[in-house]
């Protein structure tokens, strides 16, 4: 069964520093996005990308934050200069519109991200 | 705005029981999705159950059920015959559209033996 995939699966980083977390979503999806969850919170959406473009995104969205599809399959969301506040878990989920299943996402297993 | 309410912070179940996991929603939308993800302790997230607001039948999918109550904006998970692996937190969710998710704050189900 085709699923979205994601590297790495945990990484530690020093506060300041630049962070690419990338996907690989399914193959024939069309929308693509980036999640984040803080430990023990909710799953907050961050943005939304498709034909190329960002669809659209939050206020957590910042200018530290920007997502680029490089190629045809790689999804990558970067994080110019880490705050420890950004320590979170980033789910990658792609989706693609069907009847059975109407517009439903599939995640990732997720980038779990440390800032010390 | 579109808003998901779960008002079970956390929930106990008898093995082989059922259990309904509360949800309702907010939306002003005519057509939207309603959708229930698992995430157990390994921090994944695992698609259960999709129901379009148009459907009139009550989604199913295997043991889970959505009990859609468009009226009452609610669309509560119902688990039969609970087993010891469907412990984990379950969110709630839904989507307006296309381009955005908007879950709850989820409820942490833990089935008994």
């Known amino acids: 069964e085709p699923e979205v995939t994601q590297t790495p699966s945990h990484q530690v980083t020093q506060m300041g520093q630049e962070v690419i977390l990338r996907c690989v979503p399914i193959s024939n999806h069309l929308y693509f996005y980036w999640y984040r969850q803080i430990l023990g919170q909710k799953v907050e959406f961050l943005v939304s990308f498709y034909n190329n473009e960002i669809s659209e995104k939050s206020e957590i969205f910042d200018d530290q934050f920007s997502v680029e599809r490089p190629d045809g399959s790689n999804f990558t969301l970067k994080i110019r200069s880490t705050k420890l506040e950004d320590s979170a878990m980033y789910f990658c989920?792609?989706?693609?519109?069907?009847?059975?299943?109407?517009?439903?996402?599939?995640f990732g297993e997720g980038s779990w991200l440390t800032v010390v | 705005a579109q808003k998901i309410t779960q008002t079970q912070p956390g929930m106990f179940v008898q093995e082989k029981e059922a259990v309904t996991l509360d949800c309702t929603y907010d939306?002003?939308?005519?057509?939207?999705?309603l959708f229930w993800y698992k995430q157990p302790s390994s921090g994944e997230m695992i698609f259960l159950i999709y129901?379009?607001?148009?459907?009139?039948q009550n989604a199913t999918e295997g043991r889970y059920s959505l009990n859609f109550q468009k009226a009452r904006k609610s669309a509560n998970l119902v688990i039969s015959a609970s087993q010891l692996g469907d412990s984990a937190m379950y969110f709630c969710a839904t989507c307006p559209g296309t381009y955005k998710y908007i879950f709850g704050t989820g409820t942490r189900l833990k089935v008994l033996a």
């Open positions: 989920a792609s989706t693609r519109w069907n009847r059975a299943t109407g517009n439903t996402i599939y």
């Open positions: 129901q379009g607001s148009y459907d009139e």
């Open positions: 939306t002003s939308d005519q057509s939207y999705g």
